[in-house]
């Protein structure tokens, strides 16, 4: 077991529901752990949500908060992404003061760089979009620091399994069957 603190990334469905969002990040704040990225939204079915959390913690830690995820009952599945066999990206919007043609063109031509997206121009600022790992756009927060930014936020990390394998190919998931109260009922 490797007790040194990592980040951890974990994929977990859930339940789309109000308050669920509300059970699995106090269950993070119950174990005194800090959630340092958290970003939901609906899968392609309706009815079922994703939610990718990053983690500083040891291994021992994440494993603890993996078990403890699946004991809620609105958790279908938890899986851990390995870094090495995941994608992972985050969105970030930059408002950037850029008075004058000089400076924008430079934002421009830095944006052009990291493959940015100009989304807003005024005669006082640039609004930029990046998608990317999370040194890339760092890296372009840096950059962009020298000109004065007016606003910045980022979504948090989504991620995906790299190839063929999915959050359903999990042997830990629940069984479909146990959600499906109205089915045992005689």
């Known amino acids: 077991m ?3 603190i990592t980040r951890h990334t974990l994929s977990v469905l859930v339940e789309n529901t109000p308050g669920v969002l509300s059970q699995v990040s106090r ?4 174990k005194g752990y800090n959630i340092e990225s958290l970003a939901v939204g609906t899968t392609d079915d309706p009815v079922v949500s994703r939610i990718t959390i990053e983690v500083k913690c040891d291994d021992l830690m994440v494993e603890q908060i993996i078990n403890q995820l699946r004991k809620l009952f609105c958790v279908y599945s938890v899986r851990l992404l390995p870094p090495n066999s995941s994608i992972r990206r985050e969105l970030v919007l930059i408002k950037v003061r850029a008075e004058g043609r000089d400076v924008r063109n430079e934002v ?11 989304i807003d121009v005024s005669t006082k600022s640039l609004t930029l979009a990046v998608i990317g790992q999370e040194s890339k756009d760092d890296a372009l927060e840096k950059l962009l620091c020298e000109f004065g930014i007016l606003e ?26 146990e959600f499906d109260l109205g089915k045992n009922i005689l």
């Open 2 to 4: 490797n007790h040194f």
């Open 108 to 118: 421009i031509q830095i944006a052009n760089i990291f493959r940015a997206t100009i």
């Open 152 to 177: 910045l936020v980022r979504t948090g990390m989504v991620a995906l399994e790299r190839g063929e394998a999915t959050i359903n190919d999990n042997d830990d998931n629940k069984e479909t069957d």
């Open 27 to 30: 269950l993070f704040s119950r």
